[in-house]
């Protein structure tokens, strides 16, 4: 029961960044979204299994929130682009420490 419920949460949040990324690229937006979003949510994942360090899953929680926010709300195209670049830039950080670190 816990694994499906994490499955479906991780569900909504791929969603959730899959029409994000369209927003921004309109050609192959969804497809490269739901690609985007499932790195994402893998990552967060991985990060779990790996014990990463403790400030990694807090900040990648605050960016998963941050991005249901930008869902729901109407803000501006800006923060949003931003915030997709925050997200696979900090991605592309964890992989490294996960792969680097000890």
């Not at 249901?68 to 949003?80: D, G, K, Q, S």
Request: aromatic share 12%.
């Amino acid at each position: 029961m816990i694994f499906l419920t994490l499955v479906g949460a991780l569900s909504i949040l791929v969603h959730h960044v899959a029409h994000l990324v369209n927003q921004v690229e309109t050609t192959d937006g969804l497809l490269l979204g739901y690609v985007f979003g499932n790195v994402s949510e893998l990552t967060a994942l991985l990060l779990t299994i790996h014990r990463a360090k403790k400030y990694m899953l807090p900040v990648f929680a605050f960016v998963q929130a941050w991005i249901n926010v930008i869902y729901y709300c109407e803000l501006p195209l800006i923060l949003t682009k931003l915030t997709l670049f925050i997200l696979i830039a900090f991605v592309i950080f964890c992989y490294s420490e996960i792969h680097v670190t000890p």
